[in-house]
């Protein structure tokens, strides 16, 4: 992603710009960090949850990209799921 707008939490880094298509849209980087796969998928399960069930109903057309950070690994659902939903707010008001 070129241009638009990044903002950095403890375990995410999100990178967003505004989009035509009335919808969003959402990629997934999950850099292994020396992490097993089996953890790296669980990482991208649950951010795909998070993200399906609290975020992306309440989302504008957005083209968003969550790149998850070394820390992540070791982040609990609930911690994921608050970084999401302040950046949310955030980008809100």
Known sequence: M?????NRTQNLEIRWCPNHLGHPRVGLVIPLYGAT???RNQLR???R???RRRIL???PALDLVLRSRAQAYRAGFQDLANDLEKWLLSISQ
Not at 2 to 6: D, E
């Open 37 to 39: 796969k089996v953890d």
């Open 2 to 6: 070129q241009s638009g707008h990044r």
């Open 45 to 47: 399960r649950r951010l």
């Open 49 to 51: 949850e998070i993200l």
């Open 57 to 59: 109903p309440r989302m």
